[in-house]
């Protein structure tokens, strides 16, 4: 480091401690400063000159998908220094999906404020972001993309599995499962207790294609993780390699300028979005990305999406639309198996965070060996993409269904509804003996969109009614405007945009009215007229709800519906330069 503060500020860009000095009105001043205080801790010029790597540290006692971040932090520090640069780990909230009250994703916007905030206020070359449970992940790349330095992203990793009676379990789909034979009373409540026990073997993330291992491998199909930084269980060694290497990379795209914005360009959406078809991944995804998108200028374009998801067969055997786990999936190769297997179908010169391109990166992976969990394009498990967008007067603005984890039976299917006006209603009625249901009806839940709960609960997987689940219904069409875990299974509906809690044709549903789903056409269509919809909104206004102060009031006035990805408007670029996936 310079011996005086004006040498430091005589550089054309600021860097490391120099960077974002804090005002004081005299800048030389604001870096003296800086400078004794951080020598407080400890440190001498010689360190303080090097490269600034900050950590996102999101460990948190509530978070047991993060419970390894300690030592993830540590992995990375010795990254950072290996490579010649000065590590500085710094905290933000950590979100748990459910721990947070009344859903995780109504805190995931101001994760990503926080995130955002953060980077901008303290001095660092390059961010590494340490993330995995669901809402983790997009929130950080959401902040980090608005800040735009260069960031690199890893992931905490999958728990391991469980066995339960000589079975083997995980979280969360046999969470689901499990209760799911609780509830049509298949098993009593001791054995509900041991299951307990056994579903979450050990710190990390859901061990099943659920939201954060669907994050995972779209983080690296992004460009955004360092190759095959997906798959590694929490508490295994190749975890804690990864996390060595992703620090010193950090080192690397800070002294390259290697910026966020050179990474996520519309061929790395496009690339991610493949993945997450071909993945049978959560729905949650298409949100996510939608809302990472918009940081950096582009929308989603969901008719390319569905189009996409026709040639894009699934092809990872994984839980819950197969039989396998994330570790499975890890010792089969992990992303580099995936990739090489849609190489046809993905956009090659994708720039990643190591500075090659995903072919490069495909290339260096080799010829790949014997394996099971990742199936052939010749042999997939399902022969389209796991999601399919649906259109139609009940949902103008679009609708998804995971079409991997539903009754083949139930995608072309008309009944009566049988509506819920709210989660409170759902929760009064759903199992009373007297609710007027068939399994033939179709079970709508409204009010639990972005702005109707708030926060898009994943309320959308509606449980069966205990009478039907008790003479063995496993499965039912259900149609919400919210959202399901990826975790959970069936012939569910979801995102219908617009929601219900700002006047959409969700909202004047009632029961006994027809709907139809058509996955084969992609349409899900309420069978009532134009005129009678218009006349029910007419005599029941919908009254948008609000707030009357705080975090709340700020989510409730400025969240935008699920296919802009339920971000904050003001959190979105200024301009949107496009669409993705674009025009080859």
């Not at 996409?308 to 839980?319: F, S, Y």
């Not at 009566?416 to 009373?432: G, K, M, S, Y």
Request: with cysteine; aromatic share 4%.
């Amino acid at each position: 480091m310079p011996d005086t503060p004006s040498e430091g500020l005589a550089r054309a860009e600021p860097a490391g401690m120099r960077k974002g000095l804090t005002s004081y009105g005299d800048q030389d001043f604001s870096l003296f400063l800086r400078k004794a205080f951080i020598k407080g801790a400890g440190y001498t010029d010689t360190a303080l000159d090097r490269p600034v790597i900050a950590i996102a540290d999101t460990g948190s006692d509530y978070n047991a998908c993060h419970g390894n971040a300690p030592q993830l932090v540590e992995a990375v520090k010795r990254g950072v220094m290996l490579a010649g640069g000065l590590p500085m780990a710094f905290p933000t909230i950590s979100i748990h999906e459910s721990f947070a009250a009344p859903t995780s994703m109504f805190l995931r916007n101001l994760m990503a404020i926080d995130t955002e905030e953060m980077i901008r206020a303290l001095p660092m070359d390059a961010v590494v972001l340490i993330g995995g449970c669901d809402k983790t992940v997009p929130a950080q790349l959401m902040g980090a993309a608005s800040a735009n330095i260069p960031a690199i992203q890893l992931i905490t990793g999958s728990m391991l599995t469980g066995s339960h009676r000589g079975e083997r379990v995980g979280a969360c789909t046999d969470c689901r499962r499990y209760w799911g034979r609780f509830r049509a009373g298949e098993i009593d409540a001791d054995e509900t207790a041991d299951v307990n026990n056994q579903l979450v073997a050990s710190v990390g993330t859901c061990s099943v294609m659920g939201t954060a291992s669907t994050m995972a491998c779209i983080a690296e199909a992004l460009g955004m993780t360092m190759p095959g930084g997906a798959s590694p269980p929490a508490v295994t060694a190749d975890r804690i390699r990864i996390a060595e290497q992703t620090g010193a990379q950090a080192v690397q795209i800070a002294r390259d300028k290697l910026t966020i914005d050179k990474v996520l360009r519309p061929a790395a959406f496009e690339n991610a979005m493949r993945v997450l078809l071909a993945i049978g991944g959560s729905t949650n995804g298409i949100v996510h990305l939608a809302a990472i998108a918009g940081r950096v200028g582009l929308e989603i374009d969901l008719q390319a999406l569905d189009r996409m998801g026709r040639e894009t067969p699934v092809l990872l055997d994984l839980k819950p639309s197969g039989q396998h786990y994330m570790e499975d999936f890890h010792k089969a190769g992990g992303m580099a198996t995936l990739l090489r297997e849609l190489k046809p179908l993905l956009r090659l010169e994708a720039l990643t965070i190591t500075g090659r391109t995903l072919g490069e990166e495909i290339e260096r992976t080799g010829p790949g060996f014997a394996q099971t969990v990742v199936r052939s394009v010749g042999n997939p498990i399902y022969c389209e993409g796991g999601i399919a967008v649906l259109w139609g007067n009940l949902a103008p603005g679009g609708a998804i269904i995971k079409q991997s984890a539903a009754d083949p039976g139930l995608m072309e299917h008309e009944g009566r509804a049988v509506v819920f006006e709210n989660v409170q209603d759902l929760a009064e009625r759903i199992d009373a003996d007297a609710l007027d249901v068939t399994p033939q009806d179709i079970l709508v839940l409204k009010n639990i969109g972005p702005k109707g709960a708030p926060g898009m609960p994943e309320a959308g997987y509606i449980p069966i009614p205990m009478k039907l689940a008790r003479v063995g219904v496993k499965d039912m069409v259900r149609v919400s405007d919210g959202r399901m875990s990826g975790t959970a299974f069936g012939t569910i509906v979801l995102h219908v945009t617009p929601e219900a809690a700002i006047g959409g044709p969700l909202a004047h549903v009632r029961n006994g009215d027809r709907i139809r789903l058509s996955v084969k056409n992609r349409e899900i269509a309420l069978l009532i007229s134009d005129e009678e919809v218009a006349r029910r909104a007419h005599d029941n206004p919908v009254v948008e709800p609000t707030a009357e102060r705080g975090y709340k009031k700020l989510f409730l006035q400025t969240v935008t519906q699920a296919d802009k990805g339920a971000d904050f408007d003001f959190m979105r670029a200024p301009q949107i330069i496009g669409k993705t996936p674009s025009s080859r």
